[in-house]
T-cell receptor
């Protein structure tokens, strides 16, 4: 069966520090991968998505970047965190078949202080 | 901007009652999906309804879709305390490059 792993679960980082969040998927090949951010009590905002290795599309210009070095690995990064980067970050995948929903990771709660 | 907007934003009911929440969207869609999120957790996919479908059931869940009104509803029958969560609708549209666009969610509290 397919599973998705996202870590760490919580992170407290000072302003100006770098960030690296990792997401891996097991049990499937060629998944579409997504990074979302959720502000407290709000819906999800799509940050990046990827349809293949090295293929990254950015939805919102910001202080973050994403990379997909392997088929089932998706990384969210920042060189210098801002206070406004705080939030709940969620990784998700889905197969190429559009009739399936997304499978989400358990999320990373990032607090920039 | 968000494609889907849920209504109401919050809902409080007694265990055993039914919970209904609505979702409106703006553009033509391929499908509409509903997700549940427990506090501080990831989202769980509940049900997907295609644009050519009008109603779908899954256990105690019933979803309807009215493409002429660009709206959908999620009904949870015989609610339980464990149904307490936030519920999100999400639309999958060609115009959005087949990426899900989420609404703001409905927070449901089921009191025992």
């Amino acid at each position: 069966s397919q599973t998705i792993h996202q870590w760490p679960a919580t992170l407290v980082q000072p302003v100006g520090s770098p960030l690296s969040l990792e997401c891996t998927v097991e049990g499937t090949s060629n998944p579409n991968l997504y990074w979302y951010r959720q502000a407290a009590g709000r819906g999800l905002q799509l940050l990046f998505y990827s349809v293949g290795i090295g293929q990254i599309s950015s939805e919102v210009p910001q202080n973050l970047s994403a990379s997909r070095p392997q088929d089932r690995q998706f990384i969210l990064s920042s060189k210098k965190l801002l206070l406004s980067d705080s939030g709940f970050y969620l990784c998700a995948w889905r197969p190429l078949n559009l009739d399936y929903g997304y499978t989400f990771g358990s999320g990373t709660r990032l607090t920039v202080v | 901007s968000q494609q889907g907007e849920e209504d109401p934003q919050a809902l409080s009911i007694q265990e055993g009652e039914n919970a209904t929440m609505n979702c409106s969207y703006k553009t033509s869609i391929n499908n509409l999906q509903w997700y549940r999120q427990n506090s501080g957790r990831g989202l769980v996919h509940l049900i997907l309804i295609r644009s050519n479908e009008r109603e779908k059931h899954s256990g105690r869940l019933r979803v309807t879709l009215d493409t002429s009104k660009k709206s959908s509803s999620l009904l949870i029958t015989a609610s339980r305390a464990a149904d307490t969560a936030s519920y999100f609708c999400a639309t999958d549209a060609w115009a959005a490059g087949n990426k899900l666009t989420f609404g703001g969610g409905t927070r449901v509290l089921v009191k025992p």
